[in-house]
């Protein structure tokens, strides 16, 4: 989401004639565009403003800019001015879209400018990204997020969730199609399923949305991010087994293998109903590729908690997880939780966490040799062209002159060379 919100920085930027630069030195304006969803990421962010002091004392008429979700939280924007004088601008995720006119207005009258909005406006459809994917493109279908989990910052940061209209969506996806450069749309939003609840108006929902991007004309894929497992309905896996154009690789981020965790957490979903879903994905939509995210380390996760997360992994087979060691963030109700787990503990989950995924994810490598696959030609060196499959796995494959970059083709894995899939095409 955050790539997303930079293209339309990216954008905003190019229609005020800024143009990309290879170094920090040579820029005229720089954007930090923030996430504070972990702790590590802000201290990041703090690290490389800070390198900034140096040039912008030689580079007097250097523009700094601070925005994104960092910003957002209680009290940022007064310590980031504190700590940092030298930022000129300073704004947050629901003004973004304002970004070009502060720096207009920066221009003009050279004030420094302090505004962070505390509530979500209207959705604005007049900012034209500028996309730096080559064959992906990003769309946003909907903002913010009413789940309230208790470890996560998004709510507070990102506002209610609002979505965008269905005819708005669909005219910039056919845009994109019609380009000819794009061969996968990712949808975008914290919790996609909810998608279109907010207009109350009994007909729009996620499917309904897929269907209508579904008679698109032309040779594209559908992805989606993020699913929560609570909403993730029946119908939209009876919809993904039905229609062509939809990747059958799905992200359904879990959290832990434990219910007494995911109940601490808020997620609305237990562990036999999770398994139950990844049941009927199995079932139903063939040569289904799932991955998640876990978080460990959540308080009071004891030894026996972790176990079942282990255990969820193995039964699941994803095809990669996406592992986070639990981080405190202020405002969130598991900030206040008894029994934090120590850090050498958590640094221990995650390291067993990553060994045993990595075991599966070769296995899954392995029982893919021989197999037919249908990947998309991203690249290409003098000999080979590197290519994904639907699941975002490289296959390296040897050129002929029948294909090209961004042609979508079927090929049989071969082998597997320094953790590659080599393929041919067929
Ligand atoms: N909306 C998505 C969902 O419900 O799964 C994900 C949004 S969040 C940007 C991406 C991931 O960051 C989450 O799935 C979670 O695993 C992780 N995350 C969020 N808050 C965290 C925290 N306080 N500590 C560690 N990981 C966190
Ligand atoms: Fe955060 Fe939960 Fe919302 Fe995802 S669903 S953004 S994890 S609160």
Redesign the pocket.
Known sequence: MNIHDSEKIAGMLKSLNYEETETKEEADIIVFNTCC?RESAEQKIMAKIGDIKALKKIKKDLIVVVCGCMTQQKNMKENLKKKFPFINIIIGTHNIEELRNYILSLSAKKKTILDVWDKEKEIREDIKPYRTSKFNAWVNIMYG?????T?????YV?GRERSRQVCDIVEEVKTLVESGNYKTITLLG??VNSYGLDFHDGKTNFVYLLNELCKIKGDFKIKFM?S?PKDFSPELIDFIASNDKMSKSIHL?V?SGSNEILKR???RYTVEKYKSLVDQIYKKIPGATLTT?MIVGFPGESDDDFKKTCDLIEYCKYIGVFGFVYSKRKGTPAEKFENQVPINVKRERITKLFEIQHRISNEILQSMINKKVEVLIEDESELYFIAKTDSGKTVRINKDKDHKLGDICSVVIKKILSKQLVGEIV
């Open positions: 969803i997020c009413n789940n309230f989990c470890y996560c910052i998004v709510p990102r914290q919790n993020t929560h981020p959290q957490m808020n997620r995210d």
